[in-house]
């Protein structure tokens, strides 16, 4: 059975940092592009960021680049997402998302989703 379970999420204030985790269980880890995708109340899901099987290539959206940081540990079936000074548009449920294959920024194209874990940055 796949699992992906995320944790991590919390109030922050403006600013401020958060790391997010997700740890994977069913599936070769190792083999696995892994994706950040977040949704805010009243919007539609967004991407965050994707990183490839080897954690070599990293990808993210615009408006999180520079802020946020994308890693994996494939010894411990984790990726991460630190996500620092963030501000109120960062609020959200963040969610992690697995898939074989190419990377890609399309939900649609990831097969498998944890439950979210809730942000929410206060200013």
């Known amino acids: 059975q796949v699992q992906l379970v995320e944790s991590g999420g919390g109030l922050v204030q403006a600013g401020g940092s958060l790391r997010l985790s997700c740890v994977a269980s069913?599936?070769?880890?190792?083999?696995?592009?892994m994706g950040w995708f977040r949704q805010s109340p009243g919007k539609e899901r967004e991407y965050v960021s994707t990183?490839?099987?080897?954690?070599?290539?990293?990808y993210y959206a615009d408006s999180v680049k520079g802020r946020f940081s994308v890693s994996r540990d494939n010894t411990k079936n984790t990726v991460y997402l630190q996500m620092n000074n963030l501000n109120d548009e960062d609020t959200g449920v963040y969610y992690c998302?697995?898939?074989?294959?190419?990377?890609?920024?399309?939900?649609?194209?990831?097969?498998?989703w944890g439950q979210g874990t809730q942000v929410t940055v206060s200013s």
């Open positions: 998302a697995a898939k074989n294959g190419y990377i890609s920024r399309s939900d649609s194209a990831f097969d498998y």
């Open positions: 069913g599936l070769t880890f190792s083999n696995l592009v």
């Open positions: 990183i490839s099987w080897s954690g070599a290539s990293k």
